[in-house]
């Protein structure tokens, strides 16, 4: 049984994995199945707009990413830059807000000014949020936060005893919007990969076995039902237990 706290549901994060095997499978370049990957972005974006959530979080960089090789590393920051130019207007007049959130040292000036850019014009807006982490690391994001308090605490604004989960979270990169109730990953890959570490302690966790490219309206309405089947105790007993 669903109840209504169950049910409802403002944040998904979604980790995108598998455009080179699908790329792999259909023996195309790994940079065609990265192509089709933006455009299952398009689709969920106004997907999960459309079915009326608030957030959208997507792991599309990380930190983890700059080992690949350089010429798929060239192709991603393209594809980045085509999603921003072509989709930037859509995005705005659509109402999207979108956010980066993620290291910003190392990246290519053009890149980083697109970013900065697309923050810049979609600020006002409030109808969704799209928020892209690239070049983003959960450790690093943590780390981070952990060196604001240390120093919060080193000018003697707030006592090493007196830090509690709260001091952190507010530390964080988006300590402004709510830690997603619902993750997914793609291709049937069962790993969280360094994505919200600290965000997704009490999220529902759902893996599909479809390669990030085939992702769309009818994968993300399965996985919201999947969702909306579960019960979140968040350490308590269940509605069944707590009622016996």
């Known amino acids: ?30 940079n065609v199945g990265h192509e089709r990957g933006v455009e299952a972005l398009r689709r969920t974006v106004e997907a999960c707009r459309d079915t009326g959530l608030s957030y959208l979080t997507v792991f599309s960089f990380s930190s983890e990413n700059w080992k690949r090789p350089a010429a798929e590393i060239s192709a991603l920051f393209g594809l980045l830059r085509i999603y921003v130019r072509q989709d930037l207007k859509r995005l705005k007049e659509d109402g999207v807000r979108v956010r980066v959130m993620g290291n910003r040292s190392g990246l290519p000036d053009d890149v980083l000014s697109l970013l900065e850019f ?17 070049n983003y690391g959960a450790r690093d994001e943590i780390t981070q936060a952990c060196r604001e308090v240390a120093k919060q605490v080193e000018a003697g604004e707030l006592k090493a005893d007196d830090v509690t989960s709260e001091h952190v979270s507010s530390a964080l990169w988006f300590a402004d919007i709510p830690d997603p ?64």
Request: charged share 25%.
């Open 118 to 134: 697309a923050e810049a014009e979609t600020r006002e807006n409030t109808r969704f949020n799209l928020n892209i982490a690239f």
């Open 181 to 244: 109730e619902l993750l997914i990953r793609t291709s049937a890959e069962y790993r969280l990969s360094n994505f919200l570490l600290w965000q997704l302690a009490y999220t529902e966790l759902v893996f599909v076995d479809c390669l990030w490219p085939d992702f769309g309206e009818e994968q993300l309405l399965n996985a919201l039902n999947v969702y909306r089947q579960r019960e979140r105790r968040f350490g308590g007993l269940s509605t069944q237990e707590a009622s016996s």
């Open 1 to 30: 049984m669903t109840t209504d706290h169950q049910a409802d549901i403002q944040h998904v994060a979604i980790i995108m994995d598998g455009n080179g095997r699908w790329a792999k499978q259909r023996g195309l370049p790994r």
